[in-house]
């Protein structure tokens, strides 16, 4: 399988394409001054105990107090607290937490205000980041993930991942990881420490153990709330999480980024540097590998997917709702039945996509075309759980209810992904109203003209609908050989399929946007 991950760097987010044969199947956005991040840790305050919800409010800084459940305290709740506490009071470096004498686990069903009070300085790690109007998700279970192992402090213990089949190996790095772990640390053995030897193994288990140890150097002069532990960046963590044999290359158009994966990939698999490329095409990034396209026709509210079949995706507060449309299907020879099945199959591969690109999370409704053979019924089922199985979000798919309904569950940890399909006109900026597409090719001329006047440049580039710039370039004697000759300027077109169809851009020979009151970069 061809797998690629593209990377789109501008100077307010970077945008990472997950791409199989071709196909768009993982969008991810991280803004630059984004605040808070699924596994980041923070000293915060609690601010507010509600034996009712049996959960605490307590502040990391965010505009709303972040939610923490009883149940996300972790069974050694106790312990993390006293640890704390003595790095908080003690001068000099906290004690080595192997040397810690941990206290017993707090009961499943004891009540958070027997453990918590309003003021308490507290340990948290994010779980779920802000979503909508709801402040972040706490746990205070804490766990430091690597490529390979994740580090749990206080658990002592050692689990492997169900996902290594062979039981052998299973008990291999079972015993290999109590054989090296510290006490007072707990391990989850990863689906990517199969086959790896001791010596990459502990040296990543020592890397975690001092990433823990530093934190604790911090805590002492620290006042709530205060960022302990920074999780890796999101084109950082998909790389730790994703990476795997299948992936062919990672295209990325920033040099300082291209270099920080590029020593990334080297740390955790230094076979798979030589995939690292960086990008110097002329055009967009996302626009060479077909990215936009896939983009604009796949997060609207209607996503075709076969033979004029089609989906229509609806979101509420509480839930998502998805409806299965046959379209030119219905008028197929096959029966009703074997028909349904088809489109419903092929309905099932697509939705399984589309939850993984929005990252749509919480519940979600499918309403499959009806059919009444319980064996094809079952069929869709195993559909449906096979297509989400390369999903790393927990879910869960239920078999259809008797009126043809699908639930399933999906782990939200960050607000969907939501790409606006709909543009505003460029022409009309929403007016409904244009003026003269006749005199559309005089404007672009005259600003043209102007910005040469201005600034004296002598080489410009224009980017436009691929439409536009075919017209541009048509014939021998073509416009844009007019204006070339008129303007005394080596004008290049450049196209774009994301602009509006009368959409332009001029940019200067450094690729800086030029607009008619002076100069901005992009």
Request: charged share 30%; net charge positive.
């Amino acid at each position: 399988m061809n797998n690629e991950i593209i990377i789109d760097a501008t100077s307010d987010e970077i945008t990472i394409a997950l791409l199989e044969e071709k196909r768009l199947i993982e969008l991810n956005k991280e803004k630059a001054d984004i605040q808070f991040s699924v596994g980041d840790v923070f000293l915060g305050r609690v601010r507010k105990i509600m034996p009712g919800l049996n959960a605490a409010f307590v502040e990391v800084g965010y505009e709303k107090d972040a939610f923490l459940h009883y149940l996300d305290l972790g069974a050694q709740f106790q312990s993390l607290n006293k640890y704390l506490n003595m790095a908080l009071s003690r001068k000099g470096k906290p004690i080595p937490l192997p040397k810690f004498r941990s206290e017993p686990d707090i009961p499943k069903d004891g009540k958070i205000s027997n453990v918590l009070k309003p003021g308490q300085p507290i340990l948290v790690q994010i779980a779920k980041e802000p979503i909508s109007m709801k402040g972040p998700r706490l746990a205070s279970e804490i766990s430091l993930a690597g490529r390979n192992i994740v580090l749990m402090p206080f658990a002592d213990k050692v689990s492997v991942s169900q996902k290594i089949e062979s039981l052998d190996e299973r008990n291999r790095l079972k015993k290999l990881l109590q054989s090296i772990k510290p006490k007072n640390f707990g391990i989850i053995v990863r689906t990517a420490a199969e086959g790896k030897k001791v010596a990459l193994l502990d040296s990543e288990l020592r890397t975690l153990i001092e990433k823990w140890e530093d934190s604790f150097l911090q805590i002492r002069s620290a006042t709530p709330p205060k960022l302990v532990i920074r999780e890796l960046n999101r084109t950082t963590v998909l790389l730790r999480d994703i990476l795997n044999v299948s992936f062919n290359s990672i295209y990325v158009n920033d040099k300082a980024l291209h270099r920080e994966i590029k020593d990334y990939i080297n740390s955790i698999a230094p076979e798979k540097t030589k995939i690292v490329k960086l990008f110097t095409g002329k055009a967009p990034i996302f626009e060479h590998f077909g990215i936009n396209k896939q983009i604009k026709s796949q997060f609207g509210k209607t996503v075709s997917f076969k033979s004029g079949s089609y989906l229509i995706i609806e979101h509420t507060e509480a839930l998502h709702v998805i409806d299965v449309n046959s379209g030119n299907r219905s008028k197929s020879g096959d029966d009703q039945e074997t028909n349904a099945l088809q489109v419903n199959l092929a309905a099932a591969d697509e939705i399984s996509r589309q939850l993984r690109l929005r990252d749509m999370g919480g519940i979600i409704v499918v309403d499959f075309i009806d059919m009444t053979n319980q064996a094809n019924r079952q069929v869709l089922h195993e559909r449906m759980k096979e297509g989400m199985s390369d999903d790393r979000a927990k879910h869960n798919v239920l078999p259809l209810s008797k009126f043809g309904l699908m639930q399933i569950t999906r782990q939200r940890v960050r607000p969907e992904m939501h790409v606006e399909t709909q543009e505003t006109c460029p022409a009309c900026k929403g007016t409904g109203k244009v003026s003269a597409s006749i005199l559309f090719l005089d404007e672009i001329e005259n600003s043209i003209r102007e910005i040469i006047e201005k600034h004296k440049f002598r080489k410009l580039s224009l980017k436009v609908h691929p439409f536009i710039g075919a017209y541009l370039n048509q014939g021998i004697f073509s416009i844009l050989r007019k204006w070339r000759k008129n303007l005394n300027c080596k004008i290049t077109v450049e196209t774009n399929t994301s602009y509006g169809f009368l959409e332009y851009h001029i940019h200067d020979k450094y690729d800086d946007e030029v607009i008619l009151n002076g100069m901005s970069d992009k």
